[in-house]
């Protein structure tokens, strides 16, 4: 108890003179005072937290057969290596776009993932989602009338997956094989997906508890769906991976992973 007693003598003994000072000082230095401190401490924090990094990684997703691989090796390369295969693991990568190589300036690399389109190796998406930029969804315009209920299906998985929700990952609706006179628009494309996902949404109604946890409702209740109602940014383009014609690819790339 002495000990104790002698310690509270001691602080006594500093804050009795620093009472003091601040009774003498006045209210307009007291307060400057304050302000300062209370500037100095918020500054400290934005200095001294380390910065949250932003991602650079950008997925392809979509059904096997849409060409992501062609794509995924004409960014990467600018060939599209022709006799790819359909993947069985993720074919991932981390480099500058090839159409910056020869560009002056510095270029930030992206990390982009070539996830695999069977039905039985979706699941991996879920790894690369949490970590996503963005995501290239990629539809084959070519035989799209064949795979439009497919490709709908997937589509709707992805928007309506717990992380693409949080995180407000925008989604860019690539329709491959446009170099094919038979080819469908990407207009068209667009409507027949929202067609077919509005009767996804009419047949997902009920939802179990465990899927509650991982799915989102999508659209809006008593309206036709449109990707518009999305919760994060859905936007449409056109490319050839097999002549190269991956511009529209690029750019929104480049507006998610700055330079």
Same mark, same amino acid.
């Given at each position: 108890?002495?000990?104790?007693?002698?310690?509270?003598?001691?602080?006594?003994?500093?804050?009795?003179?620093?009472?003091?000072?601040?009774?003498?000082?006045?209210?307009?230095?007291?307060?400057?005072?304050?302000?300062?401190?209370?500037?100095?401490?918020?500054?400290?924090?934005?200095?001294?937290?380390?910065?949250?990094?932003?991602?650079?990684?950008? /997925? $392809?997703?979509?059904? *096997?057969?849409?060409? @992501?691989? %062609?794509?995924?090796?004409? &960014?990467?390369?600018?060939?599209?290596?022709?006799?790819?295969?359909?993947?069985?693991?993720?074919?991932?990568?981390?480099?500058?776009?090839?159409?910056?190589?020869?560009?002056?300036?510095?270029?930030?690399?992206?990390?982009?993932?070539?996830?695999?389109?069977?039905?039985?190796?979706?699941?991996?998406?879920?790894?690369?989602?949490?970590?996503?930029?963005?995501?290239?969804?990629?539809?084959?315009?070519?035989?799209?009338?064949?795979?439009?209920?497919?490709?709908?299906?997937?589509?709707?998985? /992805? $928007?309506?997956?717990? *992380?693409?929700?949080? @995180?407000? %990952?925008?989604?860019?609706? &690539?329709?491959?094989?446009?170099?094919?006179?038979?080819?469908?628009?990407?207009?068209?494309?667009?409507?027949?997906?929202?067609?077919?996902?509005?009767?996804?949404?009419?047949?997902?109604?009920?939802?179990?508890?465990?899927?509650?946890?991982?799915?989102?409702?999508?659209?809006?209740?008593?309206?036709?769906?449109?990707?518009?109602?999305?919760?994060?940014?859905?936007?449409?383009?056109?490319?050839?991976?097999?002549?190269?014609?991956?511009?529209?690819?690029?750019?929104?790339?480049?507006?998610?992973?700055?330079?």
């Amino acid at each position: 108890m002495e000990g104790m007693e002698h310690w509270k003598s001691k602080l006594q003994e500093i804050v009795n003179p620093l009472q003091q000072q601040i009774l003498r000082t006045p209210d307009t230095q007291l307060y400057t005072a304050i302000g300062m401190l209370i500037i100095t401490i918020v500054f400290s924090m934005f200095v001294l937290l380390p910065k949250r990094k932003k991602s650079n990684t950008i /997925i $392809l997703a979509g059904l *096997s057969g849409s060409g @992501k691989t %062609v794509l995924f090796y004409q &960014l990467r390369d600018g060939s599209s290596h022709q006799g790819t295969v359909t993947s069985m693991e993720p074919n991932e990568g981390t480099f500058v776009l090839h159409s910056e190589t020869d560009k002056k300036g510095k270029w930030k690399p992206i990390h982009l993932v070539d996830v695999p389109g069977h039905s039985r190796l979706r699941p991996k998406l879920d790894d690369f989602l949490p970590q996503a930029a963005g995501l290239v969804y990629v539809v084959d315009s070519l035989e799209f009338l064949f795979i439009c209920r497919a490709s709908a299906e997937y589509l709707y998985d /992805i $928007l309506t997956n717990a *992380s693409v929700v949080k @995180k407000k %990952v925008p989604v860019l609706i &690539l329709c491959n094989k446009t170099e094919k006179v038979t080819a469908h628009s990407k207009d068209f494309i667009q409507k027949q997906l929202e067609k077919e996902i509005e009767k996804l949404r009419a047949s997902r109604t009920v939802i179990s508890d465990a899927d509650m946890k991982s799915e989102y409702a999508l659209g809006i209740p008593g309206e036709p769906f449109a990707f518009s109602q999305s919760r994060n940014r859905v936007c449409f383009a056109e490319a050839s991976g097999l002549t190269g014609e991956v511009s529209q690819v690029e750019q929104f790339i480049r507006e998610y992973v700055k330079p």
